[in-house]
């Protein structure tokens, strides 16, 4: 990871990461998950972090439901499918797809295909995750056998 300059003005530093600076981590929020850092948290001091995620292991019981303290997250798919629970709805997240959740949002990510991976930018870099108690039942997850 390169980190050349600080301004004084945002303490904000510039940051390059190529893929070998970082390792695939699988100490994450899910142990089914896979993480790399990118290195934005260290860059904006803690205002944003940006991390891929991807499969590691199939959905055999999903994210459960749960919402985020933060003030702003999106994610954008950029390999494979997901499924998710948007409060309600199911909602199929695909390669070049891109999600914002707002502040809060109920939601569950209970399916998804083997090679899925996506970019997650939220705010604050030290968000947290609150279980909480799903509005509707959970479809079925099929993994990885297919959408």
């Not at 944003?48 to 749960?66: F, M």
């Not at 390999?79 to 909602?91: N, Q, R």
Request: charged share 20%.
């Amino acid at each position: 990871m390169t980190v050349i300059t600080k301004t004084k003005e945002s303490a904000l530093h510039f940051s390059h990461v190529k893929p070998d600076d970082t390792p695939w981590r699988s100490d994450g929020l899910r142990d089914f998950f896979l993480y790399r850092d990118l290195g934005i948290a260290n860059a904006t001091n803690g205002k944003v972090i940006a991390h891929l995620v991807k499969a590691n292991k199939p959905p055999t019981e999903g994210t459960g439901w749960h919402h985020h303290v933060c003030d702003f997250q999106i994610v954008l798919m950029t390999k494979g499918w997901a499924k998710f629970m948007y409060e309600d709805k199911v909602t199929l997240v695909e390669a070049g797809d891109c999600v914002h959740q707002r502040p809060g949002m109920t939601h569950y990510l209970f399916d998804y295909s083997p090679d899925m991976e996506y970019l997650e930018i939220v705010s604050p870099a030290d968000f947290g995750t609150v279980e909480v108690e799903g509005p509707c039942a959970i479809p079925p997850s099929t993994p990885w056998q297919g959408k």
